[in-house]
């Protein structure tokens, strides 16, 4: 039976991924991604995190239904053959804002880039990273010494914010996670909850012998100044669960996971 409604299938290009493609297509008609209603996705975490960034540059905003063929497939459902248009008829939509980095390089060039899970600021070399941290417009930490801090959504707190030892974020919550890498200064700081609605920058001290990278999920930005980040309303995402495997659920059970 075909699915209803105008979809578009995308697959990462694994050998599993592009077999499971193929087999969909015999059994349902698909449209091309600039007619679709809704994207079916293929692959794992890291390739649908490229699709909605892809997405979000081409300003081609769809639904998207993942299905795992990866590994850990956080942001995906299980991969099913049968039953997808029931699957797809009764999926529970969740809206998510991803944040925007805005940063400055040494040498001065601006650079903007979306992140749906992270924005982290990371040192390159050895040594240390000093950085000035602000929040609301007030410095909030004259001088973090670390390897690196995270600014995490809700959706992403699961990913690298929870592997720093960071807060997990329920859906819905609207709060932001400022979470250091191995702090050293101020030696009991652990990170912050803040609301959605904070605008979080971040001056880097000593930036030519302490180099900082900034990294919006995927993409990479070297030798910063300075990075602001801060929610972007303007352009929202909307990721399809099976009720059963949906993201509010499966976050709010990773907090009792021992």
Same mark, same amino acid.
């Given at each position: 039976?075909?699915?209803?409604?105008?979809?578009?299938?995308?697959?990462?290009?694994?050998?599993?991924?592009?077999?499971?493609?193929?087999?969909?297509?015999?059994?349902?008609?698909?449209?091309?991604?600039?007619?679709?209603?809704?994207?079916?996705?293929?692959?794992?975490?890291?390739?649908?995190?490229?699709?909605?960034?892809?997405?979000?540059?081409?300003?081609?905003?769809?639904?998207?239904?993942?299905?795992?063929?990866?590994?850990?497939?956080?942001?995906?459902?299980?991969?099913?053959?049968?039953?997808?248009?029931?699957?797809?008829?009764?999926?529970?939509?969740?809206?998510?804002?991803?944040?925007?980095?805005?940063?400055?390089?040494?040498?001065?060039?601006?650079?903007?880039?979306?992140?749906?899970?992270?924005?982290?600021?990371?040192?390159?070399?050895?040594?240390?990273?000093?950085?000035?941290?602000?929040?609301?417009?007030?410095?909030?930490?004259?001088?973090?010494?670390?390897?690196?801090?995270?600014?995490?959504?809700?959706?992403?707190?699961?990913?690298?914010?929870?592997?720093?030892?960071?807060?997990?974020?329920?859906?819905?919550?609207?709060?932001?996670?400022?979470?250091?890498?191995?702090?050293?200064?101020?030696? +009991?700081?652990?990170?912050?909850?803040?609301?959605?609605?904070?605008?979080?920058?971040?001056?880097?001290?000593?930036?030519?012998?302490?180099?900082?990278?900034?990294?919006?999920?995927?993409?990479?930005?070297?030798?910063?100044?300075?990075?602001?980040?801060?929610?972007?309303?303007?352009?929202?995402?909307?990721?399809?669960?099976?009720?059963?495997?949906?993201?509010?659920?499966?976050?709010? +059970?990773?907090?009792?996971?021992?």
């Amino acid at each position: 039976m075909n699915i209803d409604g105008k979809y578009a299938i995308v697959a990462s290009p694994t050998d599993e991924a592009q077999a499971a493609a193929e087999v969909l297509r015999e059994q349902h008609d698909f449209v091309d991604l600039k007619e679709a209603e809704a994207v079916i996705v293929l692959g794992g975490d890291g390739f649908m995190l490229q699709m909605l960034h892809q997405m979000l540059a081409d300003r081609q905003i769809k639904p998207v239904f993942g299905m795992n063929l990866g590994t850990v497939g956080f942001l995906m459902n299980e991969w099913r053959v049968e039953g997808l248009g029931q699957r797809l008829g009764k999926a529970k939509t969740f809206t998510v804002a991803p944040l925007r980095m805005d940063a400055v390089t040494v040498d001065g060039d601006r650079i903007s880039s979306p992140a749906i899970n992270e924005v982290s600021l990371l040192r390159e070399t050895r040594q240390t990273a000093k950085l000035e941290v602000h929040a609301g417009g007030n410095i909030v930490i004259e001088e973090l010494v670390c390897d690196g801090v995270i600014v995490a959504t809700p959706a992403g707190s699961t990913a690298y914010n929870l592997s720093a030892r960071g807060p997990i974020l329920p859906m819905g919550s609207k709060m932001l996670a400022l979470t250091p890498i191995s702090p050293f200064r101020p030696r +009991r700081w652990r990170g912050a909850i803040l609301p959605d609605s904070t605008e979080i920058a971040f001056r880097v001290l000593e930036p030519k012998k302490r180099p900082v990278s900034a990294v919006a999920d995927q993409r990479e930005v070297r030798d910063v100044a300075t990075v602001n980040v801060c929610l972007d309303t303007s352009q929202t995402l909307s990721l399809m669960f099976d009720p059963e495997h949906a993201l509010d659920e499966r976050i709010y +059970r990773e907090q009792f996971i021992v």
